[in-house]
């Protein structure tokens, strides 16, 4: 199930336009960039002071309480977000991510790129400094990480750009801009492990594509796409994308 590329904002009515797929268990939403999944310390809310679980009470549907997140997705990261409707439900989503059950297709535009085809990233991370929070680095004694790569497209003009799909076998914080950094081809507008600004244009070119989730032995996993968000679309393009073969395009 796939809604149409829009941009909706983020009010409570707003959210409800942002669902992708809804049944007993979980909803799956399209998370748009720039603001932070939950509440917490300095720099978890956008400038207007929100965090998105604030709208999640627009999302009950008829159930005594809101969903809650089952995952999280970086404050810059667009696309498919999972959220447990009740708490066995999100008790169940959390062992199937625990146990790598769930898989996470996401789309990035990297500054220059691959020369193959293909590859993996077999890259352990570590955190920065603890000044730096959640910030991660390269680290030989850190955690396993490793991430699938494939190119979906590159530009043909004087700027150099590769869309990539990434498939994170790991789910280290930061994982697909730290590896993408680590090879030489930093995700653009990345302003943490690239060369992205601190505010402004452009925001960070990581979307969370596709989701898979096997909610049930005996159905189909149910499997999620999001649509391409606004500020990706131009450099897609450059990339080879074609908005016309977006699901739901006119």
């Known amino acids: 199930m796939t809604k149409a590329a829009n941009e909706p904002g983020t009010g409570p009515l707003d959210i409800v336009a942002r669902v992708l797929h809804r049944d007993g268990l979980m909803l799956i939403i399209d998370k748009p960039s720039g603001i932070p999944v939950h509440r917490g310390p300095r720099n978890s809310r956008d ?47 959390g062992l199937l991510f ?74 280290r914080t930061h994982q697909l801009r730290v590896h993408c950094a680590a090879m030489g081809w930093p995700i653009v ?10 505010d402004g244009e452009p925001k960070l070119h990581l979307h969370a594509r596709e989701i898979t989730v096997p909610l049930s032995k005996n159905k189909p996993p149910v499997r999620v796409c999001a649509p391409v968000p606004a500020h990706m679309r131009d450099r897609l393009t450059a990339c080879g994308w074609i908005a016309s073969s977006e699901p739901g395009a006119p």
């Open 189 to 198: 507008g990345d302003s943490i492990y690239g060369s992205g600004p601190r």
């Open 98 to 171: 625990k146990h790598n059950k769930i898989s996470k297709t996401y789309w990035a535009v990297v500054e220059g790129g691959p020369d193959a085809d293909s590859g993996v990233i077999d890259v352990p991370l570590g955190r920065l400094s603890e000044e730096r929070g959640w910030w991660q680095k390269p680290d030989p004694n850190g955690l396993p990480a490793t991430t699938n790569w494939t190119v979906l497209g590159r530009s043909a003009g004087t700027v150099a750009l590769t869309w990539l799909a990434l498939e994170p076998i790991t789910g």
């Open 47 to 93: 400038k207007s002071g929100a965090a998105l679980e604030d709208y999640f009470d627009a999302l009950r549907f008829g159930l005594p309480r809101p969903p809650v997140l089952a995952h999280r997705l970086d404050r810059d990261t667009s696309g498919c977000l999972i959220l447990g409707r009740h708490r066995k439900a999100t008790a169940s989503l």
